[in-house]
């Protein structure tokens, strides 16, 4: 049994599913904490910790390379708040080391690959991510360089895929469709965790969270203004789309016109971490309270969203 098992409590349903090459376990968690009591799926595509011992010996840097591509420990964070909250909770097992769940399958750099490859592909919106070295399998990081000592196999590669993306996607869609069609109406709470933010000047002070929608695309503005006011009242600084907007699971699940809407909430690692930003720091119940009350205070506005007749509007 998982820690992630073990934590889960009386009524948890609990479903798994894909599988990490290399490793036995699952690709993913999906926890439903008994009937949902407010439309919500929180999921978090970069927590996952559970490395192959041959991507570990793959990879030139594997303590550097997980403190810059995982979502460090928001697992920590996200699961009191989706049983204190009672939002389904989508957890990735798998390493973004891998596979990227937040990135197209078409967002591959063929440089790193070895084998047969498709026919040549123009540079586009579907790869733009992969020519800065994070594509569906991160190739360098800013600051580090190249992460892998070989070239990725193609069939590593259509395994990772086949095990770890296409389970993930599916169990997400699923949840999404499953909550719509209950409630009329779901959000995607898609959590992730960022560096601290660079100031601009000396009496900067940098946002601690971001909230991202696309830039109106993925969400109601209703509920973007209402979380961006929520945390401005709770005496914390965020942010709107900038630096982060979200990404490829925005783009393809924030579906407004079907009653599907998306956002990205970035939390800066400095306020659950400890210094190194490395494991949880006693910070993190805080964190968690916070956005506990976060989601529960979106869950009641989409809920009534879902209502016949409900005219949705932004805040004043």
């Not at 889960?8 to 036995?24: C, M, N, W």
């Not at 961006?228 to 907007?245: D, E, F, K, Q």
């Not at 949880?280 to 956005?291: C, D, T």
């Amino acid at each position: 049994m998982s820690e992630r098992q073990a934590a889960a409590t009386t009524g948890v349903e609990h479903l798994s599913g894909g599988k990490i090459p290399g490793r036995q376990g699952p690709s993913y968690n999906l926890f439903r904490f008994g009937e949902p009591s407010i439309p919500i799926l929180i999921a978090a595509p970069h927590c996952g910790r559970a490395y192959p011992d041959d991507v570990l010996a793959a990879l030139r840097d594997p303590d550097q390379a997980r403190l810059r591509l995982e979502d460090r420990h928001i697992d920590a964070v996200a699961q009191p708040v989706a049983s204190d909250t009672g939002a389904s909770l989508l957890l990735a097992e798998a390493p973004r080391a891998m596979i990227d769940l937040n990135r197209s399958v078409e967002d591959v750099d063929w440089g790193m690959v070895r084998g047969a490859k498709p026919r040549p592909m123009r540079h586009s919106l579907a790869n733009r991510r992969s020519r800065n070295g994070l594509g569906l399998v991160p190739r360098r990081i800013p600051g580090m360089g190249e992460i892998w000592r070989r070239p990725l196999a193609k069939a590593e590669l259509d395994a990772w895929i086949e095990g770890i993306y296409t389970p993930y996607h599916t169990a997400l869609g699923h949840e999404l469709e499953r909550l719509r069609d209950r409630w009329g109406v779901a959000l995607l709470v898609d959590l992730h965790s960022m560096p601290p933010l660079k100031r601009s000047h000396p009496q900067d002070h940098p946002a601690e969270f971001v909230i991202g929608d696309r830039f109106g695309a993925s969400c109601d503005p209703g509920l973007v203004d209402l979380a961006i006011r929520y945390l401005a009242t709770h005496g914390r600084r965020v942010a709107h789309n900038r630096p982060y907007s979200g990404g490829y699971v925005l783009d393809r699940y924030g579906q407004t016109a079907r009653g599907i809407h998306a956002v990205q909430i970035e939390v800066c690692r400095s306020t659950y971490l400890d210094a190194r930003l490395d494991q949880p720091s006693a910070r993190v119940g805080a964190i968690a309270k916070l956005i506990a009350g976060l989601v529960r205070t979106l869950g009641a506005e989409v809920a009534t969203m879902g209502r016949p007749g409900h005219i949705a509007q932004a805040a004043e």
